[in-house]
């Protein structure tokens, strides 16, 4: 080993250190909150019964499993959702000024727009007092705004769906243009030159080329809307909940009891999304060594 | 079987100052293979695009088989165009790739795997069917594309620049593979390349394309002693160019009285060019030739290993004269000499 490595490791050291603290000591003490760990109320002992708590006590498991349950069908149905949408209109549009318009519109202003405001103007728009039910109530569409379906703050996550949908389906629009600018139209002439109609070139060419970027960012968008916390806590209801908002709640309780209930629901689902970028590094190293 | 026509093809795009293919004419007969032959940029993946359908001409007609190709859509046309850069589907292995056509009519699994066993025979490339492209070399590759693009048995096969990404003796290999399948399965081909001697070496005729318009069809030995203009001539090594007047069925060139035997005297125009190969001219320091005899003088000599080139000043004309070998022992720089330009081997030029 070299001097030169040496003084790279040991000028890198103050930064790693600070992140090392910051993350794995934040996470670390978590940890030892979710197992009880409480000293500011005296708890000192060690047990896994906050865990228990949260996913079987006759008090918290149905509001856990069916709040599971609803986090996958959301984040699933969105990311699927948002994916088709993002690839038939980066499809359909790509070649067009259009599509390089609305490609530079949506990076300079739907990507950085906060979830929470997605969120508001969701409310503002979908909402059975939003836009669209006063418009179909003033044409005669429906009698009352109360009559428009409830896709706001309903019990099937309609509302969250629709604004991750919004936002994410920005997000896969943007990698996707970008894929398919620089796979260029070549593939597409050859095969079809080779004798694929439209509907072969899509299946047989278009989507295998996409398809590894399109699943990579996939995996990144689910466990983001996994584990965020605004959207679902403003369009959401109050059961079934999903898991981080849920959490919060426990933070919210005045009992500190509750805190490590909180906290071992926060590191559940910090596992899941761990997992899930985990799996996403070995595919994307996978790809790399491939190459 | 297969006999394309191009009529009066026409290709404009936006921004440039001329069409990309400029009123082209020709023929293809049935089995031959043809190369369009043009620098870069002169349209000649243009014209391809338009015979596979992936480019609509905005004039003129394309037949096969005296049957219009362009109301058919590229996927149903039986024409199949091997890129320049392969492409082989990254996604599949091998066998897959070769067998892509015959999926994509619905043929069924095992006479598609039989069909790709021949072909990969066919391209001296049994054995790697289970390869992905990445784990082949250019030249496989290369096999490879070729063989997907015949297992459909294409009416048409057009192959753009198929030699131009490969070295120097994979690209002799490729060349003599390329005639051989042509010849045994006897299909119809335009390969495109601008690399005039590949040209030579594989067509039965070339195309040769400049700035978007056919400056001459014809076959390569035509190119060498019978081209039709001027930048034909240049672009297969003619270096003499001779300006004359055609007057009263007589020949009166700036060297002098001309006598001329060219199939194409009848088509000569009253201003023309002659020219003649190196190789033609006959030089001799006594002794004066019986017909098309002028005197003139050794600018250079320059001995090359195969063969000696002399440049000769003839009325301030710069000609040159290639022999073989040493040449002629006694002809040096500066001396005065009689040329001859063999009737049979002038060949008169309209522009
Ligand atoms: N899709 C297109 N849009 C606009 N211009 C084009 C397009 N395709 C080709 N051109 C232009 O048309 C001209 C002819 O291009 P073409 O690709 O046919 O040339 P080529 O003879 O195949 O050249 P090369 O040997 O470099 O492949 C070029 O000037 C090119 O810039
Ligand atoms: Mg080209």
Known sequence: ?291 | MSELKIQNLVKNFQGMDRPAVNNVNLDINSGQLVAFLGPSGCGKTTILKMITGLFQPDNGNITLDNESLLPIPTEKRGVVMVFQNYLLFPYMNVNENVGFALKMKGVDKKTIDERVKEMLDLVKLPDIGLRKPKQLSGGQQQRVALARALIASPRLLLLDEPLSNLDAHLRDEMRELILTIQQKLNVTTIFVTHDQEEAVLLADKIALIFDGELQNYTSPKNYYEKPKNIKAAKFFGGVNFVKADFTDNKIQSEIGFCEYEGDNISNLNKKLFLTIRPENIKISKNTEFDHNSYQGEITSVIFSGTHTRYKINVNNVNLECSLQSVGIDNIKESDKVFIHLPKDKIWGMND
């Open chain 1, 1 to 291: 080993m070299g001097g030169e490595r040496l003084k790279i490791i040991l000028s890198l050291t103050p930064p790693l250190l600070i992140i090392i603290t910051l993350f794995f000591g934040g996470i670390f003490y978590g940890f030892l909150q979710s197992l009880g760990y409480q000293p500011a109320i005296g708890k000192y002992e060690l047990n896994f019964s906050a865990y228990y708590n949260v996913m079987f006590s006759e008090r918290y498991a149905k509001l856990f499993w069916s709040g599971l349950a609803l986090n996958l069908w959301v984040s699933f149905a969105s990311t699927f959702l948002a994916a088709v949408f993002a690839l038939f209109g980066a499809l359909a549009i790509r070649k067009t000024f259009i599509g390089k318009t609305l490609c530079n519109f949506i990076y300079s202003l739907n990507l950085p727009m906060p979830h929470l405001v997605v969120a508001v103007g969701m409310i503002f728009v979908f909402s059975q007092s939003g836009l669209l039910a006063r418009l179909a109530a003033q044409i005669g569409m429906i009698s009352s705004p109360g009559d428009f379906p409830v896709l706001v703050k309903d019990k099937y996550g309609f509302g969250i769906i629709l604004a991750y949908i919004w936002k994410e389906a920005a997000f896969f629009f943007i990698i996707l243009m970008s894929v398919l600018q620089s796979l260029g139209e070549n593939f597409e002439e050859l095969a079809q030159s080779l004798g694929a109609n439209r509907w072969q070139r899509f299946r047989y060419v278009i989507l295998p080329l996409v398809m590894p970027n399109l699943f990579s960012a996939s995996i990144i968008v689910f466990a983001f809307s996994f584990g965020a916390y605004e959207v679902p806590a403003l369009l959401g209801v109050i059961y079934p909940q999903m898991l981080p908002v849920m959490a919060f709640e426990f933070f919210l309780n005045p009992d500190l009891n509750a805190r490590s209930e909180g906290m071992a629901l926060s590191i559940i689902i910090a596992l899941i999304v761990m997992i899930l970028v985990v799996f996403y590094f070995w595919l994307t190293q996978a790809k790399i060594r491939k190459d």
